[in-house]
């Protein structure tokens, strides 16, 4: 591919993202963001429209003299994605259509086990009915999955939440779903739903933090955390695709006890107190380490919502390194943890979307 060729790739791949965010663009807005000429812009959204991959939406309210600018938007019959999530209990399955609007969602109490794959299509097919699709309407699926992930390979490496190591989760599932199966680790699943609903510059270094609730008692902890961190806008994955794995902070507070508190499983309001400090000065080392800029934090704990995010969120103030107008803030998941099926269904729809882009030209 030559240079041009290249050039007009990337140009249109851009122009797309751009529709497919959660921003109202229109051709004009477009031609303003990325510095091309108009009738570059023009061009390309010609060429989308007939490929069928986006439509013209309603126009723009505008006091300027003239045509009202149409503002644009993915087409829904596109293409149509699955998103699951999976943990140690249950399992939640979402479809969106091709321009980002959930059309179903559904969760099955489940544990995971070998025959689950087996069990996948007939969910599936289910909810996508519910959704006024067939299967051959589906571009793909992305499995959300707590523990250690290999995206290339789609081999969850170790999920002590689900019981698994060296499970080839993508080449099970694709035998049964005839479908691609896309597998990440859940956190960057959520991340990548937040930063696609709140989008903004600071997501360019970011932190995404799970705070969860263990139902397995053999973890020997009543929590799971995990962290998807962001560092000049990629996911960042480890050597070992670890990044951001912290089952533990450490033994002194893995608080051990049968009773729970506010669904917690803490003993009380000290091993709240004190957990949530001691995570807030370990994330400081990371936020220190890689300067983040950003953290959001994903929960089903309501009671983390007032006391507890707050000692968490000044430990870990407390612990950073004193730049002058340091550029940091910390603020709730707006989703919680909705954000995870979600975030695999959206991945793999803009996946697909960019796939049939390059497919075309």
């Known amino acids: 591919m030559n240079n041009r060729k290249q050039a007009q790739v ?6 797309l993202r751009l529709i497919y965010s959660r921003e109202e663009y229109s051709q004009r807005r477009i031609a303003a963001e990325t ?8 061009n390309i959204i010609a060429e989308l429209i007939s490929s069928g991959l986006v439509v013209e939406g309603e126009a723009r309210e505008s006091r ?18 699955v998103g699951i999530n999976f943990h140690a209990a249950a399992h939640e399955i979402c479809v969106f259509d091709g321009d980002g609007t959930l059309l179903a969602e559904a969760v099955f109490e ?4 070998e025959k689950m794959p087996a069990r996948l299509p007939a969910q599936i097919k289910s909810l996508a ?23 290339e390979r789609g081999t969850v490496i170790l999920s002590r939440a689900l019981n698994l190591q060296n499970y080839p989760m993508q080449e099970h599932l694709q035998s049964k779903l005839k479908l691609p199966v896309f597998v990440d680790r859940n956190v960057n699943y959520g991340s990548y739903y937040e930063q696609h609903m709140n989008p903004g ?12 609730r263990n139902r397995v008692v053999s973890l020997g902890s009543p929590y799971s955390l995990g962290l998807a961190i962001t560092v000049n806008g990629e996911i960042y994955r480890g050597a070992n695709y670890a990044a951001g794995e912290l089952e533990a902070v450490g033994e002194e507070d893995a608080v051990l006890i049968p009773s729970e508190l506010r669904k917690m499983g803490l003993r009380g309001h000290d091993d709240a107190t004190v957990f949530f400090s001691r995570l807030g000065r370990h994330l400081a080392s990371v936020v220190n380490l890689l300067d983040i800029g950003h ?49 695999a269904a959206l991945a793999v729809l803009h996946h697909s979307l960019e796939t049939a882009l390059a497919r075309a030209y």
């Open 35 to 42: 510095h091309m000429q108009a009738s570059t812009i023009s």
């Open 110 to 113: 489940k544990d995971w086990d």
């Open 295 to 343: 953290l959001v934090v994903a929960t089903e704990y309501a009671s983390m919502e007032g006391e507890y995010f707050n000692v968490l969120a000044d430990a870990l103030r407390g612990y950073l390194i004193p730049i002058s107008n340091r550029v940091f803030d910390i603020r709730f998941a707006e989703n919680g943890l909705a954000d995870l099926s979600k975030g």
């Open 10 to 15: 990337a140009n249109r791949l851009r122009v």
């Open 201 to 212: 510059e600071y997501w360019y270094n970011s932190g995404y933090l799970l705070v969860k």
């Open 64 to 81: 300027r003299v003239g045509p009202k600018e149409t503002l644009l938007r993915i087409n829904p019959q596109a293409a149509c994605s």
């Open 129 to 151: 009915r519910k959704a006024g699709l067939d299967m051959a309407q589906l571009c793909g699926v992305g499995v959300s999955v707590p523990g250690v992930v290999n995206r």
